[in-house]
């Protein structure tokens, strides 16, 4: 009789219980490795497996399923952690984007009149109702209200004009560039 006969004729013997057991828990392809990692656990620790191997068989069955579901769950946790990652990180404006965006704001504010950036920044910076923005400014509620559209109107066509932004980056890349370069007057 070899060394192996023992272990083979178990192996007959049981892997169908040990399959139904682990069957009962997970799927046929999760099962049948199972089975085949509860037996690799008996081959090698074939000294400690008592004269009624089931029990014993079973036990390691049950860890082993124990073990995977540990792992998968890590796994899961890993993959939910990087699906995070990835948005945080994927997709965003790279760092010099905030600069460029604040340079092209502040020229496309300096273009607006004394009066107009006044009006803005009481509404956008100071956070005051138009009425309490007029008191402020010193004029009419309607008059403020005219120059706030106006002032609102003529930031955005600064902001969308591409000199804005050409002036921006020109001045985020060389600090030796006037920032009133895109306004100014070829002569």
Not at 2 to 13: K, L, Y
Not at 106 to 111: E, F, H, K, N, P
Not at 122 to 144: E, Q
Not at 153 to 174: I, K
């Given at each position: 009789?070899?060394?192996?006969?023992?272990?083979?004729?178990?192996?007959?013997?049981?892997?169908?219980?040990?399959?139904?057991?682990?069957?009962?828990?997970?799927d046929?392809?999760?099962?049948?490795?199972?089975v085949?990692?509860?037996?690799?656990v008996?081959?090698?620790?074939?000294?400690?497996?008592?004269?009624?191997?089931?029990?014993?068989?079973?036990?390691?069955?049950?860890?082993t399923?124990?073990?995977?579901?540990?792992?998968?769950?890590?796994?899961?946790?890993?993959?939910?952690?990087?699906?995070?990652?990835?948005?945080?990180?994927?997709?965003?404006?790279g760092?010099?984007?905030?600069?460029?965006?604040?340079?092209?704001?502040l020229d496309?504010?300096?273009?607006?009149?004394?009066?107009?950036?006044?009006?803005?920044?009481?509404?956008?910076?100071?956070?005051?109702?138009n009425?309490?923005?007029?008191?402020?400014?010193?004029?009419?509620?309607?008059?403020?209200?005219?120059?706030?559209?106006?002032a609102?109107?003529?930031?955005?066509?600064?902001?969308?004009?591409?000199?804005?932004?050409?002036?921006?980056?020109?001045?985020?890349?060389?600090?030796?560039?006037?920032a009133?370069?895109?306004?100014?007057?070829?002569?």
């Amino acid at each position: 009789m070899s060394p192996n006969e023992p272990f083979e004729a178990t192996f007959q013997a049981l892997s169908a219980r040990v399959y139904a057991y682990a069957r009962r828990q997970c799927d046929p392809t999760a099962a049948q490795d199972v089975v085949a990692d509860t037996f690799l656990v008996a081959w090698r620790r074939w000294a400690d497996v008592p004269s009624d191997p089931l029990p014993w068989l079973l036990v390691v069955a049950r860890n082993t399923i124990a073990n995977r579901r540990r792992h998968d769950a890590r796994q899961d946790r890993l993959v939910d952690a990087v699906g995070r990652l990835e948005v945080l990180a994927g997709g965003g404006a790279g760092a010099d984007q905030g600069v460029l965006e604040r340079a092209a704001f502040l020229d496309a504010l300096r273009q607006l009149t004394e009066a107009e950036r006044e009006a803005l920044l009481l509404v956008a910076w100071d956070g005051l109702a138009n009425a309490d923005a007029a008191g402020v400014a010193g004029c009419s509620r309607r008059a403020f209200e005219v120059r706030l559209s106006r002032a609102r109107a003529r930031l955005t066509r600064a902001m969308s004009e591409p000199s804005a932004r050409a002036v921006a980056f020109a001045v985020a890349a060389d600090p030796a560039v006037p920032a009133d370069a895109g306004t100014r007057k070829q002569g």
